[in-house]
T-cell receptor
Framework: DAKTTQPPSMDCAEGRAANLPCNHS???????VYWYRQIHSQGPQYIIH???NNETNEMASLIITEDRKSSTLILPHATLRDTAVYYC????????????FGKGTKLSVKP | GAVVSQHPSRVICKSGTSVKIECRSL??????MFWYRQFPKQSLMLMAT?????????EQGVEKDKFLINHASLTLSTLTVTSAHPEDSSFYIC?????????????FGPGTRLTVL
């Protein structure tokens, strides 16, 4: 079973920041938080991952709380092409194992 | 980043026929690949783990004789849906971790839409 809890859906206005929350209260010390997204009828796309520190890349920022029990994915300037299902996944960094997908959050970016 | 391809992207077949789906890692060697299935409005569900040079391991409830997996090289895994039926219609997706990376960032193929008539 997925170790994460996400809201089923969110709306965001185009050009605004999209903040997607994720709860992972049972995360263990050596588990990473990964974010993927899936645009309709495509394979999942990697966005970002982190362990303890906040992370930023060209796509998004990841904010992890100090107790690591929750995190927030931030898309700073959402566009219509960011409409997708966003999955927050907890996994051991070096496991090379399969990822367990929960139900994710359906983000709808509206003009 | 690394690239995983799948072929075909879409296939329609008659009930009772077999369909082969290929998953290739294009710029890295994948000793392990994962096959997922996704029904409409649902999340990805792992079907099996494909291991290069050895037998695949299947998740509970997935029939190994119906979903044949072959991982004959470090860049190719195939999933064959044998004697396909309409209930096998789904979106099939493969993924692979890059073994040269320390983390478990997975690279996903674009998916194969199977429709069984």
């Amino acid at each position: 079973d997925a170790k994460t809890t996400q809201p089923p859906s969110m709306d965001c206005a185009e050009g605004r920041a999209a903040n997607l929350p994720c709860n992972h209260s049972t995360i263990s010390g050596n588990e990473y938080v990964y974010w993927y997204r899936q645009i309709h009828s495509q394979g999942p796309q990697y966005i970002i991952h982190g362990l303890k520190n906040n992370e930023t890349n060209e796509m998004a920022s990841l904010i992890i709380t100090e107790d690591r029990k929750s995190s927030t994915l931030i898309l700073p300037h959402a566009t219509l092409r960011d409409t997708a299902v966003y999955y927050c996944i907890v996994d051991y960094g070096g496991s090379q194992g399969n990822l367990i997908f929960g139900k994710g959050t359906k983000l709808s970016v509206k003009p | 980043g690394a690239v995983v391809s799948q072929h075909p992207s879409r296939v329609i077949c008659k009930s009772g026929t077999s369909v082969k789906i290929e998953c290739r890692s294009l710029d890295f060697q994948a000793t392990t690949m994962f096959w997922y299935r996704q029904f409409p409005k649902q999340s990805l569900m792992l079907m099996a783990t494909s291991n290069e040079g050895s037998k695949a391991t299947y998740e509970q409830g997935v029939e190994k004789d119906k979903f044949l997996i072959n991982h004959a090289s470090l860049t190719l895994s195939t999933l064959t849906v044998t004697s396909a039926h309409p209930e096998d219609s789904s979106f099939y997706i493969c993924s692979a971790p890059d073994p040269d990376r320390a983390d478990n960032e997975q690279f996903f193929g674009p998916g194969t839409r199977l429709t069984v008539l």
